[in-house]
């Protein structure tokens, strides 16, 4: 009720020697919503607050700080921009005082910025890109991801791409947050994923990343999957899929961009992925998508890496994720077709898997997405081994691509596909 809410207020503000527990009491009311909503369109609460926040006593400053934590927790963007005034003594507070106190600095700055570009607007000429690449130079785990979770909270912001990531694209961050997350299995699981998943926002969201790519993005992301495959399955941590998947994410990401240098002739990192893989495929299969989004972008334009996928006889492990999901369908089709497109050597090597007869099934799925780049490796297929056009007649194949002939959107390619399977021999 409002007139128990002001009661409250009026507690902490009297000055009694229970001031302390009022403080408790107001933090205890305050993590429900509608409290939230009427304590601070109560006259002079913020300021109350925020007085007490800035006290010379550390337990009346540690009470204030876990209320005003308490607040920010709001969905309502008007309690986040009640809580304006107090944002320059947060940061302020970050460069000291004791671990919990920090730890709750950055929360509250964290949660306040997620729901107010008021909020970020005025953060940002108050300096909070640099204070955050002070504290991400911290010796301690809590505060290091207390930093990642306020970076990953603004670098996710609508403006972000214009406002905030060339700001920390100017500042030392990305090379912490580079070795904060290529040592996530030494130094601490948590900020290492709460980093990967920064630089994955930046990549994303930024269309040149030459600043990370002559930090040596590629190499070090390379390296740390290569450690977090030998890794598995004996002693790999809990949590690990948490940190793979933003890996996987910013390593794919980057190789997509013109001008980055992949992996080169080194097939290290497809046995990694195929480790990764196995180990995941049962337990969280969404993992299985972002490592074939990568698979396809080291392929699509490198042909040693699609020799040495066959090579080293990962094609019978790629085939077996076939029917994995819809998306797995299709990006395993897209690999086959990096690799088919590479010419007759490389298509032969296919041939010599029962692919075929694994194809003929995909030729009724209702997905036009996975029917076309079905039909497209059999484009490659028969192109550079007709002889492979016969053997796709003599399983029936022919009569599959015929129920495609009235699909408006594949009528065209499967039409093609059938003129080449009903050509003569050495046509």
């Excluded at 609460?45 to 607040?71: K, V």
């Excluded at 948490?242 to 997509?256: E, I, Q, Y």
């Excluded at 980055?260 to 195929?274: E, N, S």
């Amino acid at each position: 009720l409002p007139w128990q809410v002001l009661e409250l207020l009026r507690g902490v503000q009297r000055g009694s020697e229970d001031r302390k527990r009022s403080l408790g009491r107001l933090r205890w009311a305050l993590q429900n919503e509608e409290t939230q909503q009427k304590f601070v369109r109560l006259d002079g609460s913020i300021r109350t607050l925020t007085g007490l926040f800035t006290s010379s006593l550390a337990d009346l400053q540690l009470e204030a700080a876990r209320c005003l934590h308490e607040l920010s927790h709001s969905s309502v963007p008007a309690v986040a921009e009640a809580c304006l005034p107090v944002t320059s003594y947060l940061l302020t507070y970050l460069s000291g005082h004791s671990l919990e106190f920090t730890e709750l600095c950055l929360y509250t700055l964290g949660n306040l910025v997620v729901e107010s570009e008021a909020v970020r607007k005025q953060l940002l000429p108050q300096g909070i890109i640099p204070v955050l690449a002070s504290c991400i130079q911290s010796p301690h785990e809590a505060v290091l991801e207390g930093v990642g979770y306020v970076l990953s909270q603004l670098l996710q912001a609508k403006e972000a791409p214009t406002e905030i990531i060339p700001l920390v694209l100017d500042s030392v961050l990305p090379q912490h947050m580079l070795r904060l997350v290529c040592s996530g299995l030494k130094a601490g699981m948590g900020a290492a994923v709460e980093f990967a998943w920064c630089l994955h926002y930046i990549i994303c969201r930024h269309e040149d990343n030459a600043e990370l790519l002559a930090l040596g993005a590629v190499p070090a992301l390379t390296s740390l999957l290569l450690d977090l495959a030998s890794q598995i399955p004996q002693d790999a941590p809990e949590g690990l899929e948490l940190l793979v998947c933003p890996v996987l994410r910013c390593l794919s990401n980057l190789l997509a961009q013109t001008g980055c240098q992949g992996p080169g002739q080194d097939g290290r990192l497809l046995i990694a992925l195929f480790l990764i893989l196995q180990c995941f495929l049962q337990q969280h299969p969404f993992l299985v998508q972002e490592c074939l989004w990568l698979l396809n972008n080291l392929t699509a334009d490198e042909p040693f890496l699609c020799s040495a996928l066959l090579s080293l006889d990962l094609l019978p492990a790629l085939l077996q994720l076939l029917t994995c999901s819809q998306m797995a369908t299709v990006l395993v089709l897209t690999v086959l077709c990096n690799i088919a497109e590479k010419g007759p050597s490389q298509c032969q090597q296919l041939l010599q898997q029962p692919l075929l007869p694994q194809l003929l099934p995909l030729l009724t799925l209702p997905d036009p997405e996975a029917l076309g780049q079905c039909l497209e490796l059999l484009h490659l297929l028969f192109l550079h081994c007709p002889e492979a056009a016969a053997d796709f007649t003599r399983q029936g194949g022919h009569q599959a691509l015929e129920q495609h002939q009235g699909t408006p959107e594949l009528q065209e390619r499967a039409q093609a596909l059938l003129d080449m399977v009903r050509q003569p021999p050495g046509a």
